[in-house]
């Protein structure tokens, strides 16, 4: 098992990783849409067939549609890498420490039961309420809305979702026939700088109490 330290360290390297994938992700798309726009069945048959079956509709799907997809999974995986970290790191000081008893034992879920370990059980100093931290709880609640409303919100039953819609400028909200989420580039790497900035706090506040 990983040393606390070494759990942080390791989680910063991560983020780093996601954060090129993100630009190169955004990068594909637009070289995949010239791509598209510059493909001629005349004298490019061979990839107008094998890489897009000769469909002459997918110049949308490509500039918004499918990277809005990609955008918003990359959400999803941005909290679920957090809400693991904070686990690992849980279970790390668990057994450095040898506390009177581990995460599983302990009511709750996700970040607030790591918090709760963290502060209370592992007696760390958890950056909780900093501005960094309710960006990230913000994210957590916009990632609740892609995993079980497919990125659709609804005017009754998310209105604190919308609310965070409404407060941050690279988050949108589309309304045609439902109420659609638009996740940016520029959110996700705000998350990855929020997640980036408790990540170092927290690798600094296990080290100085090891």
């Keep these: ?78 909290v679920s890498l957090f809400e693991d970290y904070l686990n690992q790191l849980c279970h790390s000081l668990h057994f450095e420490n040898e506390l009177s008893s581990n995460l599983k034992e302990h009511n709750g879920s996700g970040i607030e039961r790591a918090n709760k370990y963290l502060s209370k059980v592992a007696k760390v100093n958890v950056p909780a309420g900093t501005k960094p931290w309710n960006t990230i709880i913000d994210a957590r609640d916009i990632r609740n809305i892609i995993a079980h409303n497919a990125g659709h919100l609804d005017e009754e039953m998310h209105s604190k979702q919308l609310n965070l819609v409404a407060k941050n400028d690279h988050l949108k909200a589309h309304n045609f026939s439902r109420i659609h989420l638009e996740v940016t580039q520029v959110y996700l790497f705000e998350v990855i700088e929020a997640m980036t900035s408790i990540t170092n706090q927290l690798w600094y506040n296990t080290k100085k109490d090891a």
């Design 1 to 78: 098992m990983q040393k606390s330290d070494q759990v942080s360290l390791y989680f910063l390297s991560d983020l780093d990783k996601f954060r090129v994938f993100v630009e190169l992700s955004e990068r594909h798309w637009s070289e995949e849409v010239t791509k598209y726009n510059e493909s001629d069945i005349e004298i490019d048959e061979t990839i107008c067939w094998e890489r897009y079956k000769y469909r002459n509709d997918l110049s949308a799907h490509l500039q918004e549609v499918f990277p809005q997809y990609q955008k918003q999974s990359f959400l999803l995986m941005l």
